[in-house]
């Protein structure tokens, strides 16, 4: 069974910086396509950004795009999301997400085509930009 673990949320101010992190267990990232998505409260799903598992390209939603940079260091089988200027519209649960599941249910999209598919997540990090 996937495990995805988040840390690193938090409340920050308008224009200050965070770093989350997401560590996988029982599968390994390479080969996958891992990301992040969000939600908050009354809002659908957004895709934000995820690595593809063809040839690791990075995907970013317009939204975050400039801001937001994805990582991956496959010895720690660990990725990283570190947001910066962040805006008080950021404020969402952001959950680590991959593409094993019983079905794709999330995605990243970029111009309207889609790049990387969630069917697994984890519990989620609540993120909170307020002054």
């Known amino acids: 069974q996937v495990q995805l673990v988040e840390s690193g949320g938090g409340l920050v101010q308008p224009g200050g910086s965070l770093r989350l992190s997401c560590a996988a267990s029982?599968?390994?990232?390479?080969?996958?396509?891992i990301g992040w998505f969000r939600q908050a409260p009354g809002k659908e799903r957004e895709g934000v950004s995820c690595?593809?598992?063809?040839?690791?390209?990075?995907y970013y939603a317009e939204s975050v795009k400039g801001r937001f940079t994805i990582s991956r260091d496959n010895v720690k089988n660990t990725i990283y999301l570190q947001m910066n200027s962040l805006k008080p519209e950021d404020t969402a649960v952001y959950y680590c997400?991959?593409?094993?599941?019983?079905?794709?249910?999330?995605?990243?999209?970029?111009?309207?085509?889609?790049?990387?598919?969630?069917?697994?997540w984890g519990q989620g990090t609540q993120v909170t930009v307020s002054s």
């Open positions: 690595i593809s598992h063809s040839g690791g390209a990075t």
């Open positions: 997400a991959t593409t094993l599941g019983d079905s794709i249910t999330v995605t990243v999209s970029t111009r309207g085509i889609p790049r990387c598919g969630f069917g697994s």
């Open positions: 029982k599968f390994t990232l390479d080969g996958y396509d």
